[in-house]
């Protein structure tokens, strides 16, 4: 049974950081992409970030391009998201997920788990 559970969310100003952490189990972490995605209230769930399984690649969504970094540890079985210059519209529950698959996964349909989510929030 694979079980995703994120930490690291928390209440920051406009411009801080904040780094989250998604620990996986369950299966093979290393041989499937996994995802970060965010929903804010009233909005749909949307993609922010992906890694290659081997942590080769990587894809972000064009509002956090150059401030958030997404990185896996293979050998700790550990997903991360770095982000940084935090802006009151990055306010939402950021979810990882893991991917059926290896590649760069952009869409919600492609991951096949989910973590609980954690609550990120930036005050102006």
């Known amino acids: 049974q694979v079980q995703l559970v994120e930490s690291g969310g928390g209440s920051v100003q406009t411009g801080g950081s904040l780094r989250l952490s998604c620990a996986a189990s369950?299966?093979?972490?290393?041989?499937?992409?996994m995802g970060w995605f965010r929903q804010a209230p009233g909005k749909e769930r949307e993609f922010v970030a992906t890694?290659?399984?081997?942590?080769?690649?990587?894809y972000y969504a064009d509002s956090v391009k150059g401030r958030f970094t997404v990185s896996r540890d293979n050998a700790k079985n550990i997903l991360y998201l770095q982000m940084n210059s935090l802006k009151p519209e990055d306010t939402a529950v950021y979810y990882c997920?893991?991917?059926?698959?290896?590649?760069?996964?952009?869409?919600?349909?492609?991951?096949?788990?989910w973590g609980q989510g954690t609550q990120v929030t930036v005050s102006s």
């Open positions: 369950g299966r093979t972490f290393s041989r499937y992409a």
């Open positions: 890694i290659t399984s081997s942590g080769g690649s990587t």
């Open positions: 997920a893991q991917g059926a698959t290896f590649g760069i996964l952009s869409s919600r349909t492609s991951y096949d788990y």
